[in-house]
């Protein structure tokens, strides 16, 4: 029994774990796959200005600067101050730059404009035609750094966070919910304090439907409906920083205008197409040309730059009943909150729908708020000055720096993604060897991770980066896994680092063509023939055929000889 029980572990829910843990509640966590399983890990890692909804839609632009600023000091080791631009092309609308400016100015979002040559200096990839710019204070942050510090200050205060924890069904009792059932995974990914393989009723108080665009699924479970119509968006990544600042095309709602830089790497998005299914719809080349083609209209080195992988995210917009309307983009992106008892007769349970990671503390907030009040619980909100850990002390960063002789590229970064943790985990016994050398990530954070997240080498993944570079796992992979031993057996190991080359794959297959098709080839090469994946015969006897990936050649891709599409090879290497 707990008090509440959240379902969905991205931004929002880990958020809402995090502030009834604070306000002294018990509080359990269950979330389908990892943590940022959903929408939140599938997002370009802009955090917003506000500057993007400054004339559609100024409430939401007044939230987002609101929290930006927030989140600067609250989660500042997620967050990387690139600053943004909007930047207008010569056929870009001069009137809707003005409005922009305007629009930021009302919204009290901070602005300087920029001529074409002064933007220039500031990001000299920008297309020389480029005539004018709004510089803004868009941010990057770390989506998967933000929900695993929400996640674990929820549990030090108590709070139990289970992974690989679906829910089958919605426990409904004399016309109230009771609670869930869920089914635990019998992956390699654990979940906390339940044993694999099993499934297992949870009573709580009051359950909060935190899942985003499959809110609708819960919903269902439970009886009443949730009108969510998820509206799929792809994001590519790019092998290099292009640019060093978030560049936006400074034009109304459109596909393929903006550029992320987040680590090492810019993202580039995105489109905005309605689906049915947030776990099944088509995954289209399209989308992927698209970006490309459109966005080296701001950045023209894009056209020559190596595409590393492509994702497809599912937006979980809302569109309250009576709406009825027909295009996508023209829903807003605010949030709602739904609360069952009043709206369906279903007292025990709250939905959380729509909105965007900038302002998931604010949503948290609310339906914290909410909660509470529906338990005669008082206790105020306090997450807007208690920092995440990582960033609770992160002016001691500096120190940690000299302390540790951390002056190399590869100890700057892993100092600066662990932020005030940095002293516990870096602080080894003997040698701390780079394992990950695309993104700088050592044996010590690695080890730091198996210990939080278990054997799930895709846990351990997004929370140190490991295995998200250039190589995309080609020489980091089998390093992971070595990392499991002793602690865990030899099938297990093997079981987690299958799903990782797996989940490297997947992404890769819509940017295979001319040195990412090389790279794709010869991570094969190492994954398959030096670790002996295609002969196991254990592997066999699972039907797996790595044979059944043939790189070929850039001429052989679909589509190659329309500006070099990418090959589809399918699901993975099965």
């Known amino acids: 029994m707990t008090d509440v029980l959240v379902v969905g572990g991205g931004s929002t829910g880990t958020g809402v774990a995090r502030d009834l843990a604070l306000r002294g509640l018990d509080v359990t966590l269950v979330e389908k796959g990892n943590l940022t399983h959903g929408t939140t890990g599938r997002m370009h890692g802009l955090l917003h200005s506000g500057g993007r909804y400054a004339v559609s839609d100024r409430a939401s632009a007044e939230e987002c600067i609101v929290e930006n600023r927030m989140l600067r000091e609250i989660a500042s080791h997620c967050v990387e101050e690139t600053g943004g631009l909007f930047v207008k092309r010569p056929e870009d609308s001069e009137s809707y730059f003005e409005e922009k400016l305007a629009g930021c100015e009302a919204c009290d979002i901070p602005t300087e404009v920029l001529s074409g040559r002064e933007a220039r200096e500031l990001e000299p990839y920008l297309a020389r035609d480029v005539d004018r710019a709004i510089r803004i204070p868009d941010a990057a942050i770390d989506p998967f750094r933000l929900c695993v510090a929400n996640a674990a200050a929820a549990r030090r205060r108590g709070a139990r966070i289970a992974t690989h924890a679906e829910v089958t069904d919605v426990l409904v009792e004399a016309g109230e919910v009771v609670g869930v059932e869920v089914r635990h995974d019998s992956g390699p990914g654990k979940a906390d304090g339940a044993p694999a393989s099993t499934t297992e009723r949870i009573e709580a108080d009051h359950v909060v439907n935190a899942t985003g665009a499959w809110a609708g699924r819960i919903g269902e479970m439970a009886g009443v409906d949730v009108a969510v119509r998820p509206s799929k968006g792809v994001m590519t990544v790019m092998n290099t920083r292009q640019v060093d600042t978030v560049v936006n095309r400074c034009k109304p709602k459109g596909d393929a205008d903006i550029v ?4 090492t790497a810019c993202i580039l998005g995105t489109t905005d197409v309605e689906v049915d299914d947030p776990e099944d719809y088509p995954e289209e080349q399209w989308e992927v040309d698209l970006m490309i083609e459109e966005l080296a209209k701001l950045v023209p ?4 730059a190596r595409t590393l ?16 309307t027909a295009d996508p983009t023209d829903i807003t992106r605010d949030y709602f909150l739904l609360d069952h008892a009043d709206r369906d007769a279903l007292p025990g349970m709250t939905s959380i729908v729509g909105g965007k990671l900038t302002t998931y503390r604010m949503m948290a907030e609310e339906i914290s708020d909410h909660v509470c009040d529906k338990l005669g619980v008082r206790a105020d909100c306090t997450t807007a000055d208690v920092p995440l850990p990582g960033s609770d002390d992160i002016g001691v960063l500096e120190e940690y720096m000299d302390e540790f002789g951390l002056r190399s590229p590869v100890a700057r970064r892993s100092a600066q993604r662990l932020g005030s943790r940095a002293d516990d985990v870096l602080d080894v016994d003997g040698l701390n060897p780079v394992v990950c050398e695309c993104e700088a990530v050592t044996r010590a954070e690695l080890r730091d991770a198996v210990d939080d997240a278990g054997p799930d080498l895709n846990a351990v993944r997004l929370r140190t980066r490991a295995s998200m570079g250039n190589c995309q796992g080609g020489f980091c992979c089998h390093r992971m896994a070595a990392e499991l031993s002793p602690e865990y057996d030899e099938p297990t190991a093997r079981e987690a680092l299958d799903e990782l080359y797996q989940e ?20 094969r090469m190492l994954h398959a023939t030096t670790m002996n994946r295609d002969g196991d015969p254990a592997r066999l006897d699972e039907g797996v055929d790595f044979d059944a990936f043939d790189a070929g050649s850039p001429e052989d891709a679909p589509g190659a000889a329309d500006d070099g599409a990418a090959a589809d090879g399918g699901d993975g290497w099965r």
Request: hydrophobic letters at 35%; a positive charge.
């Open 504 to 523: 490297r794959w997947k992404g890769q297959r819509h940017a295979l063509w001319g040195e990412q098709l090389s790279q794709a080839a010869l991570n």
């Open 309 to 324: 992988r492509s994702f497809w995210g599912v937006r979980p917009l809302y569109e309250p009943p009576g709406t009825g």
């Open 260 to 263: 992320v830089p987040h680590e």
């Open 301 to 304: 080195i894009l056209a020559e």
